[in-house]
């Protein structure tokens, strides 16, 4: 009797692991390599990169899109880390990424972005806020100052 007990609770569980995992079970297909859409690559890029707190901003025309980690500020008052990367979505690749230990970045211009690095210690040559702020041009790959953003088009 134990073992009829014992014989059909073991039939039912080996049943039921066997329908459970064959619903799970994904097929394989051929040896190609997946493509991803447009927006599954940046965002695969930046969840890799920075996990699951990321924001995405596109510029005006969609063709770059703009990735930041959305760090909480750390313990102590101080403030949260700048991390980001600019992707191209055209070419699906990645163009332009810093860090800083603090700031904001911002579209500018279609191709252009703004980065406000906030300053730990400010030292003597540091004229003024001018010196935290940094335009980055996509079309010449070139960091700018602040005045250098209206360019001869």
Known sequence: MIFRVCAVVAFAFWALAG???????KSVQSNQPQTLS?????????????????????????????????SQPASGGRRAPL?????????????????QVAGRVEWLSDDQIKVHVVPGVVRGDQSGPSSNIYIYDLKTGRKLSPGAQNRDE
Do not use: H, W
Not at 83 to 99: A, G, L, M, P, T
């Open 83 to 99: 991390n980001f990367f600019i992707y191209d979505s055209e070419n699906r690749k990645i163009v332009f990424e810093d860090s």
């Open 19 to 25: 329908c459970s995992s064959s619903s799970n079970t």
């Open 38 to 70: 447009k927006s599954q690559g940046y965002q695969a890029l930046a969840t890799e990169k920075y996990g699951a707190d990321v924001a995405f901003m596109p510029n005006a025309s969609q063709s770059y899109v703009l990735c930041v980690q959305q």
